[in-house]
Every structure is written in C-alpha cells, then in structure tokens.
C-alpha cells in the first residue's frame, strides 16, 4: 500500500490520510457517475425493468442530476482543495438522497436499487471518527425506512416492505462498520509504515553523514590510508596515500601498482610473519616510509586497512630534538680542546725532531701516534666548528658540469686515485644555486665515502644529474655493498660511524649544509652498491 500522506484532518487527534483512501473516493465518484448514467438508461427501458414506474420526467430529471453533482465532485477531489471528511459527507449525503428518492421512484425496496447505499457507507467507513460512520448509517437508515412509510401510506404497502427495509438496514450498518473496521487496520499499517519509512530515511541519511563525515576524516589524516581486499587490491584511499606512494590509483589496483616493497610485505603479512619494524624507502625523493597493516577480521584473509606513516620527517624531527641539547656543548667543547690540541701538536712536533737528531726509533714512533691522533681530534673539531658557520653563506648560480668535472679531478689527485674510477654523466647544462664552499664540502664526504667502500675500477663511483623543472638530482653512486636497512635510519646521526677512524660527522654535516642551502640529501636504495641523491634549487636564487 503506497504510505504517502495526502493531508490531515483537524482535531483532538491529528490522523493522516493515506493515499489509498483518495484513490478509493476517486473511484467510488467515478463509479457514481457510470452508476447515474445507468440509471438514466434503465429508465428509458422502464417496461422491461421495473414493475412499478409512475414518474419517468421525474426519475430521468433525479438521474440527471446526480450525474451533473458526480462530475461537480471530480474537481475538488482531484485538487484536494477540501478535507477527506468534508468530502466524504458530501457525496455520502448527494447519494443517500439521490438513490432513496430513485428507488421510490422505481417502486420502492423491491425495485433493488436500495442496496447502492451499501457502496456508500462502505466509502463513509473510511472516516477516522466512527461516530461520523454511524451517524451516516443512521442517516441512511432513517431514508430507507421514511421510503418505505411513504410507500406503506400512498401505495398500500404490506407489512413485508418493512422487513426489506430493515435487512437492508443491517446491511448498512454492517457493510459501513466492516469497511470502518478494515479502514482503520489499513490506516494504522498506513502510519506504521510512515514511521518506518521517516526512521528508515533518517537512518539512510545519517549513514550518509556518517560516510561523509569517515571519508572527510580519512582524507585529512596526516598519515597515508588505503583500504584493501583479500587479493591485495586497494578498495579506497586518501590523497596522502598518492602523495607518499607517488602513483595515481585507478579503480582495482593492486599494492604491487603502489610499490613492490609494499606487496611483498602485504604477501608476508597474509602468511602470518612478523614484519620488520625498520621503514623501507619509496619514490625518487628518497622517502622512507613505515607500513602497518590492521586486520579487518581475526583471519587476515578478508583484508586490511594499510596505514603508511612518512619517517623522513619524524627521523629529523627526531634528530633535531636529539641535537638541540648537544649543541652547546659540542661547541663549547671544541673550542675549549682547540688551545690544548694546538700545544700537543707542537710538543709532538718537538719531540719528533728531538728524536731525529738523537736517532731514537721508539720517540719518533711516539711522536708520529701522537700527532697522527692530534690530527683526527682536529677534524674533529673542524667539523664540529663547521656546524655553527653553516649559516654563513653565500648562494651563486653554480654550473655544474665545469664544477663536477674540476672537483673530480682534486679529488683524485688528493686521494692518489685515477680520474677513470669516477663517471659523470650529466645531461644538458644544469645551474644550480649553491655555496660554492658548502657544496665542496658535502661532495667531499661523499667520495670519501664512495672511495671508502667501492671495488676501485673504472666507473666505480659514478656521479648522474638530471634536471627538473625547479629541482636538479644528484646521485653519488658506488659499486660496493649497501648499506643495510636496519643502519639506514642512523646514517645522517651525528658522532655515529662503522669506521674506527670516522668521526661520525660527516654525513650529518652534509645534509645540514644541504638544508640551508634549500637542498635536500637522501640515500637512495639500489640493487648493485649504494647511492646518496642531493635534490638543489635552479636558479633564480
């Protein structure tokens, strides 16, 4: 049953009228008007229809009508301009009338017609209020038995018109109680399945808000979401999931579209291993990411929720946090073993000569351990010392073919090595905007990096820039072994080296000289050696 509220009826109790109840007195109209035009035929065939037909001008004139009052209800009750009730009454009131004063005319009771009130209260017990009902019933009740006195006092009626009569009035009451009965039961399932529906919308449209409101709050999540199924295919994601990952997802990818190392770790996770805590690097900036996987049921084969958090920057974050208090004191320490240094590297040197000109072996094997570590102590300090002058610089547009090509060539002439074991390859004629000293000085620790731990053949260390719209990449590549994941996140920590004679500096002190230049250092995985990538600014500086 269609559960749309027409209109509502004023009173104590405010009911709503289903759709239906208008369609069944549209109906029942319409049944009025093929009824009086019924009427108005059989009476033309009076003879043949009724045994007792007195009065045709006035039966025809009574059918006409009714038929012209049926069509002036069609109007209101297509517009609706009135209340269901008043409606109701109205026709009601039209056919008890109309229809007694035809079956008078027709030859009472037994001429039939009677039993279309039946039709009538049937529509009247639609009413919401059964007084209303009643009182039509009553109303037809009391018509039928005064037809039926008229008839008994003008045309000598028996005593059997009157038990007619009052099975026809049973018949009224029951058919208009049966139908108020029915009416009311449909009304109420009527209102029921309103309230369902009203409850059913407003729970659809808080499921809506609440979609919108997961999707909002999973878009601005600082942190990459991606959604995926048993088969590893990615369901829904935010924008950071694009922006760390560097893909465009498309409708059905897999994980292995995001990043081979994600899929492999997503293939282990299925299989129930434990994943390593340490993060892995995707994209060419370099970008080290941590994957966790959070089961979407006990058994992992229903999918995940992927949650991908950016390391590089907590790293430095933490980094930082971890440098502020040392600081101070590294500086102040360096300065304050300066002086000290200074006069045991002279006392070195006095004693050195001192035993030359004594011939003593043992001094000078002395002297040469002592100078030897007064010389690392003073690296030491230098770096140290180095990092309180990093803001002293002067940016200049840099060519970087000339410039690569002359440090390469100092540098194999300090570190006695042959200019082939370094390739450069550098397509077009890059600028970058650089301190000269600042650039020299990170470049130098990664050779001596690369020279450190390269097989020493020709193209052993190889150098590649490409050049972007605002960004130039430099990659510092060697031939020996990587460096493994679980030591990458300590690579850039100051005062920590896998080599005895390090100071540990080095690469920290380059990738600070690279941030104040606007540059940033990364190291990059590779399959056959390891790389570091220093991304500059073009020019204009």
């Given at each position: 049953?269609?559960?749309?509220?027409?209109e509502?009826d004023?009173g104590p109790?405010?009911?709503?009228v289903?759709?239906?109840f208008w369609?069944?007195?549209?109906?029942l109209n319409s049944?009025r008007?093929?009824?009086a035009?019924?009427?108005?035929i059989?009476?033309?065939?009076?003879?043949?229809?009724f045994?007792r037909f007195?009065?045709?001008?006035l039966f025809?004139?009574?059918?006409?009508?009714y038929?012209?009052?049926?069509?002036?209800?069609?109007s209101?009750l297509l517009?609706r301009r009135?209340?269901?009730a008043?409606?109701?009454g109205r026709?009601?009131?039209?056919?008890i009338?109309?229809?007694?004063?035809?079956m008078?005319?027709?030859g009472g009771?037994s001429?039939?017609?009677?039993l279309l009130?039946?039709?009538?209260?049937?529509?009247?017990?639609?009413?919401a209020?059964?007084?209303?009902?009643?009182f039509?019933?009553a109303?037809?009740t009391?018509?039928v038995l005064?037809?039926?006195?008229?008839?008994?006092?003008?045309?000598?009626?028996?005593?059997?018109?009157?038990?007619?009569?009052?099975?026809?009035s049973?018949g009224?009451?029951?058919?208009?109680?049966?139908?108020?009965?029915?009416?009311k039961?449909?009304?109420?399932a009527?209102?029921?399945?309103?309230?369902?529906?009203?409850?059913?919308?407003?729970?659809?449209?808080?499921a809506a808000s609440?979609e919108?409101i997961?999707?909002?709050?999973?878009?601005e999540l600082?942190?990459?979401v991606?959604?995926?199924?048993?088969a590893?295919?990615?369901l829904?994601?935010?924008?950071?999931?694009?922006e760390?990952l560097g893909?465009?997802?498309?409708?059905?990818?897999g994980l292995?579209h995001c990043s081979?190392?994600?899929?492999?770790?997503w293939?282990?996770?299925?299989a129930?291993?434990?994943?390593?805590a340490?993060?892995?690097q995707?994209?060419?900036?370099?970008?080290?990411?941590?994957?966790?996987?959070i089961e979407?049921e006990?058994?992992?084969s229903e999918?995940?929720i992927?949650?991908?958090e950016?390391m590089?920057?907590?790293?430095?974050?933490?980094?930082?946090?971890?440098?502020?208090?040392?600081?101070?004191?590294?500086?102040?320490l360096?300065h304050?073993?300066?002086?000290?240094?200074?006069?045991?590297?002279?006392?070195?040197g006095?004693?050195?000569?001192?035993?030359?000109e004594?011939h003593?072996?043992a001094?000078?094997?002395?002297?040469?351990?002592?100078?030897?570590?007064?010389e690392?102590?003073n690296w030491l300090?230098d770096?140290?010392?180095s990092?309180?002058?990093?803001?002293?610089?002067?940016?200049e547009?840099?060519?970087l073919?000339?410039?690569l090509?002359?440090f390469v060539?100092?540098?194999?002439?300090?570190?006695?090595?042959?200019?082939?074991?370094?390739?450069?390859?550098?397509?077009?004629?890059?600028v970058?905007?650089?301190?000269t000293?600042?650039?020299?000085?990170?470049?130098?620790?990664?050779?001596?990096?690369?020279?450190?731990?390269?097989?020493?053949?020709?193209?052993?260390?190889?150098?590649?820039?490409?050049a972007?719209e605002?960004?130039?990449?430099?990659?510092v590549?060697?031939?020996?072994?990587?460096i493994?994941a679980?030591?990458?996140?300590?690579?850039?920590?100051?005062?920590?080296?896998?080599?005895?004679?390090?100071?540990?500096?080095?690469?920290?002190?380059?990738?600070?000289?690279a941030?104040?230049?606007?540059?940033?250092l990364?190291?990059?995985?590779?399959p056959?050696?390891?790389?570091?990538?220093?991304?500059?600014?073009t020019?204009?500086?």
């Amino acid at each position: 049953m269609n559960t749309a509220v027409a209109e509502t009826d004023p009173g104590p109790n405010t009911v709503a009228v289903p759709e239906a109840f208008w369609r069944s007195l549209g109906h029942l109209n319409s049944f009025r008007i093929f009824l009086a035009i019924a009427l108005g035929i059989a009476g033309i065939l009076a003879d043949q229809t009724f045994h007792r037909f007195e009065y045709p001008l006035l039966f025809q004139g009574t059918c006409l009508v009714y038929l012209l009052v049926a069509l002036l209800f069609r109007s209101p009750l297509l517009a609706r301009r009135e209340r269901f009730a008043r409606q109701v009454g109205r026709q009601a009131l039209v056919d008890i009338v109309c229809i007694t004063l035809l079956m008078h005319l027709s030859g009472g009771n037994s001429s039939g017609i009677g039993l279309l009130l039946i039709v009538t209260l049937a529509a009247a017990g639609m009413l919401a209020d059964r007084r209303m009902v009643l009182f039509w019933s009553a109303t037809a009740t009391l018509a039928v038995l005064g037809e039926q006195i008229v008839a008994a006092v003008t045309l000598d009626g028996g005593a059997g018109g009157f038990a007619r009569a009052g099975f026809l009035s049973l018949g009224l009451f029951a058919s208009a109680l049966l139908s108020h009965a029915l009416a009311k039961g449909a009304q109420t399932a009527s209102l029921e399945a309103a309230v369902i529906g009203r409850r059913a919308a407003e729970i659809g449209r808080q499921a809506a808000s609440l979609e919108r409101i997961n999707e909002r709050v999973i878009q601005e999540l600082p942190y990459a979401v991606m959604a995926v199924d048993g088969a590893g295919v990615v369901l829904q994601h935010n924008a950071r999931a694009g922006e760390l990952l560097g893909v465009r997802f498309f409708p059905h990818c897999g994980l292995g579209h995001c990043s081979p190392r994600l899929a492999e770790m997503w293939s282990r996770w299925c299989a129930g291993e434990i994943l390593p805590a340490h993060p892995f690097q995707v994209g060419r900036e370099g970008l080290r990411l941590r994957a966790r996987f959070i089961e979407l049921e006990p058994t992992r084969s229903e999918g995940a929720i992927v949650v991908l958090e950016d390391m590089t920057d907590l790293e430095a974050q933490a980094q930082r946090m971890k440098l502020a208090s040392l600081g101070m004191l590294t500086a102040n320490l360096a300065h304050e073993i300066r002086n000290p240094l200074s006069a045991i590297s002279h006392a070195a040197g006095l004693l050195r000569e001192e035993a030359r000109e004594s011939h003593s072996a043992a001094a000078e094997k002395l002297s040469t351990i002592i100078s030897g570590n007064a010389e690392r102590l003073n690296w030491l300090v230098d770096d140290v010392l180095s990092l309180n002058r990093r803001d002293r610089l002067t940016r200049e547009a840099l060519p970087l073919v000339p410039w690569l090509n002359a440090f390469v060539e100092q540098f194999a002439q300090r570190e006695e090595m042959p200019v082939a074991f370094v390739a450069v390859q550098v397509a077009g004629e890059p600028v970058i905007c650089f301190d000269t000293a600042h650039l020299e000085q990170i470049f130098w620790n990664l050779f001596r990096n690369a020279s450190r731990f390269c097989l020493k053949l020709p193209g052993s260390i190889r150098i590649r820039a490409v050049a972007g719209e605002t960004r130039v990449d430099v990659d510092v590549a060697n031939d020996g072994p990587g460096i493994p994941a679980t030591l990458q996140s300590r690579l850039f920590e100051p005062f920590y080296t896998t080599d005895k004679a390090g100071t540990g500096l080095g690469l920290y002190l380059a990738r600070e000289l690279a941030e104040v230049n606007g540059a940033s250092l990364h190291y990059v995985d590779i399959p056959d050696g390891a790389m570091f990538r220093l991304s500059c600014q073009t020019t204009p500086c």
